[in-house]
């Protein structure tokens, strides 16, 4: 399945020239490349898709790459690429009811097409064998509201200001929603230990 940009093009980039584009292209692959694999990571385990997560990927890299100039070097880039990728699955995959669609077109000459992707970082899925199935089907169980946040704290390690920057709500909102999904987690997780044998604490 692929992703394609509905509705209003993004502005264009300003223009440069050639020395701006060559400062620009080396900002592009010291901050944002070296969290490639974050991102697919990240939207993988959104939409447990292999396919849509590397469309997801590939999306938030050209969108980063064409809006890097509104990006304040040696900033948070994480956050930021987490944001651009949470927007972009609220608004295109999520809405899509997984319909096919394809990439937004962009530049032609860009050098940050899927193949470049895979070879720049020698790619591996980062995710392959982290969790097993049934921890991955109870965090699939969860809304989605707690399933981002539990991502983003529990596998990617953000912290409660960082994650708030990513999806743009409060801190307490942001602990209260991962004290219930992690009490939801539990509870499913409990389920499955019972249900083959493990002997589980009171608490």
Known sequence: MEIRTRGRKPKKMPEMTPDQKAAYDALFEREVMPHASSIYHFALRLVNDREVARDLMQETLFRAYRFLYRYKPSTNAKAWLFRILRNTFINHYRKASKQPYSLEEHNENSLYDAEDIYAYHNYQDPVE??????????????????????ILADVEGLS?????????????TIRSRLHRARKILRELLTDYAASHGYELPED
């Open 129 to 150: 064998g982290l969790f097993g199935d049934e921890v991955t089907n109870a965090l699939h169980q969860l809304p989605e509201d707690f399933r981002t946040i539990v």
């Open 160 to 172: 409660y200001k960082e994650i708030s920057q990513v999806l743009r709500i409060p801190v307490g």
